[in-house]
């Protein structure tokens, strides 16, 4: 029964996303951004998250907006919808033009890092369109893993792992992910982690994160330490019709030497990268997502 399921909902995606594929790209964009503003209506649930998250973030002051916290996350809704029509240009093989748009800023930064011969850790969050981020990195410049969760449905698992190859990318799956992203460190690889989730608590620190505490993950600082990687900042942000994709400087890791102590301040110093993107481009983040959570007021 689970095979059929898997099968039904797979080809019910593939035949939604079908007409946003054939669409000309203008058309199928204009398209994505209606369906991101009918689930900003339609998903109630999501939408009070969203708005409530950006709310806080205001109040607390780390957070200065030009709107309504409700046309942010309208922004935000209809940003994930232009995002999605994308993906499915790609994935339908039909996005190449896509991805050769893309503006690179910092490249530089990326050579002296790769110098090193210790491999790059890219972080990054839910800015833009993530997927895209990566998918350009590996389709223009070299290789590149990603850390990923396994989707639910195997056949949908199957077409995202095959989407990211036919690119140059592989998947990293959660499950036992430290010992894979070492390997790819030690040939002097580079693996992207997007860390702007909230982790259990045994997976991170809770740090300030625009104005209120967050656990997040500590495993980029731990791989950086442990590895001696170089640790840049990847995002990718629109102007108008464009992308512009930023590569930032190498970062310096902390020097305090008790152990514990760098780490949070390394976890800081990565996640403060995120928050800097958001107050740039506050309706290019993921609002919808309870980034606080398992944190009491």
Known sequence: MKKIKWLL???TVLVLAFPFAMLPMTLALKAGELLGFVFYV???SRRKIAIDNVEKAVEAGALKIDASPAQVVRKSFM??????AEIIKIYFGLGR???DSIEVVGFDNYLKAKERGKGILFITGHCGNWELTALGFGARVAPLAVIARAQNNPYLNRLVEKTRARYGNRIIYKQGALMAILSVLRNNGMVGVLMDQAVLPEEGYIID???RGAWTMKIPAIIARKRGAAVLPAFIHREGNRYIGTLYPEVPLSQEKDEEKALIEDTKKFSSYIENYIREHPAEWLWIHRRWKRVPE
């Open 9 to 11: 909902e797979a080809g």
């Open 79 to 84: 940003n994930l919808g232009r995002s999605l």
């Open 209 to 211: 994160f625009l104005g």
């Open 42 to 44: 339609l998903w109630g």
């Open 97 to 99: 033009r896509l991805i």
